[in-house]
């Protein structure tokens, strides 16, 4: 296969983004597809808007993007939070969308309208979430970057945390992307190489309530971005190579006011029963493919069993022992997997452990909702 010339050439644009833009500002609007991925449209504004409530609603042609029939394809984006631009810099921004149809009802892949519901109503509970997002980078061919062409590395060992020439790959990357979440005002509160070489983590939050689920999205249109600029492919596939290498999850760290508050514990084992008693609703909207990630290896629990435990990374929901030596903190969903929406997760959550409310079912909107499939697999040859 050719190798891919599809590379940014940084070094002609940045003539072109010097240019003045006599005082209009690019507005790049960004929604989420049926596809579980990010897409986005630019506008021109008169003038720098002063917040998200300046922002017009727009819209877009979700025939193309599997989110409405082609009889009925006008989809509008709603801005909900913006963000500098970090790619055009001065007074340009980026929007992150809401997508709506024509009768004014959220498009069936938004999933951040009930998520948004679920925290308002219960925003007296002081949800913060942070979430551990892993992903993996792979070559114009779909091979994990770095490689060896149609081969593998050595075993998984010396890469977690990694430094030097041959333990980490793709470095740079990583490095734009952390300072354009900064830039952009991300609560980015880490980043690290992971087990499986060409696999990387970063983590957003704490955040209160749907912000997270907007950040958090933001962040991967940004890392897809970045990515562009070198030639290379991000996939938040659970397991993107199968065999004796880990897997990616998007670890969902979780803290309630009474779970924070002294004898907190008490609060955080009563989450642990609730959603054991919801594991498989849980599992439904957890990630596509998740099964083969979470088979009780590699850090992770059954698929099927729900278990949580104190410092126990094989359980489905793990307890930090500085929490438990606190009596007081937060716990961690080890169960979803690094394609899952955080819309949903951190939806889902709030649902469970503070209970439905009326006319809104996180769980429910995920049926007739199957992920379309827009990108073709590249078969790569094993030896």
Known sequence: MAESVTVSNTSQLDFFLKLDQKGAVIAEYVWIDSSNGTRSKCKTLKKKPQSVKDLSEWNFDGSSTEQAPGDNSDVYLRPVAMYPDPFRGGDNILVMCECYMSDGKPNKYNFRHDAAELMAQYASEEYWFGLEQEYTMLDAA?????????GFPAPQGPYYCGNGTGKVYGRDIVEAHYKACLYCGIEISGTNAEVMPAQWEFQVGPCEGIALGDQLWMSRFLLYRVAEKFGVKITFHPKPIPGDWNGAGLHTNVSSKSMRADGGLKAIEAAMDNLGKRHSDHMKIYGEGNEARMTGQH????????TWGVANRGASCRINRACQDEGKGYFEDRRPASNADPY????????????????VDVLKHVEGTDTQKLEMDIVQSKP
Do not use: H
């Open 299 to 306: 850090e992770t629990a059954s698929y099927d069993k729900f």
């Open 142 to 150: 779909g091979w994990p970057y770095g490689w060896p062409k149609g």
């Open 344 to 359: 949903q997760i951190t939806g889902a959550i709030v649902e469970t452990l503070s209970g439905k409310m009326k006319g």
